[in-house]
């Protein structure tokens, strides 16, 4: 079984920071990719940031120069640190993870985690 689990939100004033973590359990033999999406009330759900295997980042266009997007292999962990917040950035923000549960990309899912709130107002 493989779960993922965000921590690290809450609320914070406009141009505060905030850092989020998300960490994969579970038997995994290796991760692909992990990203951060986030889905404000009455909205889609976008990508905020991916990085990938091979160190290949993206940024949503919205979040770039503000937000950065680093993981840690040994941990299973991702972590986003999110800069000069802006009101428009809350949402509940979402990791996820591109797995392989087994050698030579066998057993490959795609795994979400529950999500945490993060609120930017005075």
């Known amino acids: 079984q493989v779960q993922l689990m965000e921590s690290g939100g809450g609320l914070v004033q406009p141009g505060g920071s905030l850092s989020l973590s998300c960490s994969a359990s579970?038997?995994?033999?290796?991760?692909?990719?992990m990203g951060w999406y986030r889905q404000a009330p009455g909205k889609q759900r976008e990508l905020v940031a991916n990085?990938?295997?091979?160190?290949?980042?993206n940024y949503a266009d919205s979040v770039k120069g503000r937000f950065t997007i680093s993981r840690d292999n040994a941990k299973k962990t991702v972590y986003l640190q999110m800069n000069s917040l802006k009101p428009e950035d809350t949402a509940v923000y979402s990791c996820?993870?591109?797995?392989?549960?087994?050698?030579?990309?066998?057993?490959?899912?795609?795994?979400w985690g529950q999500g945490t709130q993060v609120t930017v107002s005075s």
């Open positions: 996820n993870a591109d797995v392989s549960l087994l050698p030579n990309g066998l057993a490959r899912k795609i795994y």
């Open positions: 579970g038997s995994i033999f290796s991760i692909n990719g």
């Open positions: 990085i990938y295997a091979g160190g290949r980042i």
